[in-house]
């Protein structure tokens, strides 16, 4: 054996025995172990996060609770058995590991046939271990893809609350949030404003929420300053028609295209949806048009309060001048911006 080859041997049982110890975490199955412990604490904070967001005034989704409650029974029938195949795995792995130990340390750099056997050894545990891996993993697979979907829906909800929550803008009595997503109108083919597209069950509202240039030095922005205000507020009942069109490279961008009635003060709006899915929007539209999304509800729209809004004073009853006040949801009484005079509701 030349002085090269036994080079190039002694670097491949090096390597053999590096992959031999990194093989350390993957023998304890730490990726099943971690996936256990995230479902298990993702079950327990679900039902607390769902109930908050009730709390804040979410009525959809009626489904949520009870999918959070049959994912949770699913999961004490199943978690046992998946300890216990993690049990049985690890112990057949670590048998398997000694084997592969016992082979890579009576190899040597002079005798090439010895790191062959090393390097197969090696391989035929990396191949137990994942073989190991998916088949605990395919005991509870769906169930996990069905806990983090929902995790991400509560987050997604709640986040959509968090926005309404700074919003320039009030929900009115009785109006109840669906949707919210980042988006941009289009006023050309490529520029508008930026800002956060709402979905209630009475109205789209696109808020402008962006950060503009105040002042520039040669044409670099050195002072910014928030712009924050409605600059689309339609009632659902006005949406004539939704189109949804993937456009830009590899249809990138997600267009939300709607016509508008005649009664409308605009005929059209084209939004750039940003993180959303435009054809999840143009189904939920439709949904709130048809009524379909009453199903979901977890309770009756309030119509006393409804009509309540609706009756409010459109004039002063002490001086007479037109009241210009929107009233929103949580408001109990109105002033005067002529009189002064206060108008409970």
Known sequence: MTDETRELVRQ??????????????????????????????????????????????????????????????EWQRKRNEVAREVRTRVRE?????????????????FRESTVDRAESAVEGL????????????????????????????VKSITWMF??????CFGLRPGEDLVAVCNAQLLETKKDGPSGLLYLTDERLIFERKEKVAKKKVLFIATEKEMVQEVVLD????????????DKGLFGGKELLELL????????????????????????A???IQSGEIAKERTKPKDEAVVEAAQ????????????????????????????CGSVIRL
């Not at 093989?23 to 479902?39: G, N, T, W």
């Not at 271990?129 to 169930?143: K, T």
């Not at 459109?314 to 009484?333: D, F, I, N, Q």
Request: hydrophobic share 40%.
């Open 285 to 287: 539209i439709g949904r």
């Open 260 to 283: 508008f009635a005649r009664e409308a003060d605009i005929d059209e709006a084209t939004l750039r949806l940003k993180g959303a899915k435009n054809e999840d929007w143009a189904a």
């Open 12 to 73: 491949r049982l090096s390597q053999a025995q590096s992959r031999l110890a990194n093989l350390k975490d993957d023998l304890a199955l730490s990726s099943v172990q971690s996936d256990i412990e995230e479902i298990s604490t993702s079950l327990r904070l679900l039902p607390g996060d769902i109930e908050k967001l009730r709390a804040r005034g979410y009525v959809f989704k009626s489904f949520l609770e009870k999918k959070v409650s049959a994912l949770d029974e």
């Open 93 to 109: 792995l670590a048998e398997a590991s000694d084997k592969a130990d016992e082979v890579v340390r009576g190899a040597s750099a």
């Open 311 to 338: 009756a409010a004073p459109s004039k002063c009853p002490y001086c007479g001048a037109t009241l210009e006040v929107v009233v929103v949801r949580g408001m109990r009484e109105i002033s005067c911006d002529y």
């Open 162 to 167: 968090d926005q309404v929550d700074e919003a």
């Open 126 to 153: 990396e191949q137990r271990i994942s073989g190991a891996r998916n088949s605990v993993e395919s005991m509870y697979d769906n169930l996990k893809q069905n806990v983090w979907t929902t995790s991400e829906d």
């Open 234 to 245: 339609m009632s659902i009942g006005l949406v004539e028609n939704t189109k949804a069109t």
